[in-house]
């Protein structure tokens, strides 16, 4: 159950229904075994690969399972209590 549900809160014009698309920085560096890629701006979000190529993939899919596991943590922590939700802008 999401937060949304859960807290019986409503974000108006469904804020939270939508993709986002934020700019981050993958960072790739050769080694012996291929290529190994981080994000700079998401810790945990690392990968490798045996090509650029498969080591960008590998890294997008890095970078959804790091978000989707830290929306699955803060729905465990907010969980019985009030939860505000709302878009946040990131200018940096």
Do not use: H
């Not at 859960?6 to 993958?26: E, F, K, N, W």
């Not at 596991?69 to 802008?89: C, D, Q, T, W, Y």
Request: proline share 4%.
């Amino acid at each position: 159950m999401s937060l949304r549900k859960s807290a019986g809160l409503r974000p108006s014009a469904a804020a939270y229904d939508y993709g986002m698309a934020l700019q981050l920085t993958a960072v790739f560096r050769k080694v012996p075994e291929g290529y190994i890629g981080f994000v700079e701006e998401l810790p945990g979000a690392n990968t490798q690969g045996a090509t650029l190529e498969e080591a960008r993939a590998n890294l997008q899919e890095a970078v959804a399972m790091v978000l989707e596991a830290n929306r699955e943590l803060i729905e465990e922590a907010a969980s019985g209590g009030e939860v505000i939700r709302e878009p946040f802008k990131v200018n940096a």
